[in-house]
């Protein structure tokens, strides 16, 4: 089912979740998937770790605040904030079984990677009710493939974050130079860009 959603700039279609009551369905599959993404607030972020940050964030740090700023930002360009938050809050969930991997680890086999992650996720996924299962792996492959304004949104907000989050360490006192390298994170989207842009010239003004 499709629900036709009203913008400023005309109407759209966005998916629509079939209703029902979906715990009736396999209660032990959606409680194993919680518990799997669980694993992500103990699982800290590698590039962090490898930069000699002390007690660095979880993925599931990082995953919250990539969702909070796709939101924001796709309410401010009239995009599809549901569908934006959604995507941004699986992007790393294969994470729980393949670990945080960075791109020097995934780049050394890129088709080998990006096949373990999807099948994680298709593992993963399979634990929700049938009810729910083909719209969240629609955004997954959405997301991977960055075939619609929304994936491109989260895909800047997750590089955004982790701009911010160097920045914050690099306040504290944290990391130093080793940081730096997260300040090159390609960013495609004008607003991200100009968030980003704001941060270092905040970053510029401690120094």
């Known amino acids: 089912m499709h629900l036709l959603v009203e913008e400023a700039h005309g109407l759209r279609e966005t998916p629509q979740i079939a ?7 396999d209660t032990d599959g959606l409680i194993d998937f919680i518990a799997e993404a669980g694993r992500l607030k103990r699982l800290p972020r590698t590039g962090w770790v490898e930069s ?3 007690d660095p964030e979880s993925v599931a740090d990082h995953s919250f ?3 909070l700023i796709a939101l924001v930002l796709a309410d401010a360009k009239g995009l599809d904030s549901l569908k934006a938050v959604r995507m941004a809050l699986l992007h790393d969930l294969a994470e729980a079984e393949t670990g945080d991997l960075t791109p020097v680890q995934k780049g050394a086999d890129p088709e080998a990677s990006k096949r373990v992650e999807d099948e994680a996720m298709g593992r993963l996924l399979d634990k929700l009710p049938e009810a729910i299962r083909g719209a969240y792996r629609d ?3 959405e997301f991977s493939e960055a075939s619609t304004e929304e994936a491109r949104l989260v895909r800047d907000a997750d590089k955004l974050e982790m701009v911010i989050q160097a920045s914050e360490y ?3 006192a944290m990391g130093g130079e080793k940081l730096m390298r997260f ?3 390609k960013i495609n989207g004008e607003e991200a860009k100009a968030i980003r842009d704001a941060v270092k010239n905040r970053a510029r003004k401690r120094v």
């Open 19 to 25: 209703s029902g009551n979906i715990l009736t369905v």
């Open 170 to 172: 690099q306040k504290g």
């Open 65 to 67: 605040r990539v969702a």
């Open 183 to 185: 300040w090159h994170a």
């Open 52 to 54: 000699g940050v002390p």
């Open 139 to 141: 955004a997954w492959r």
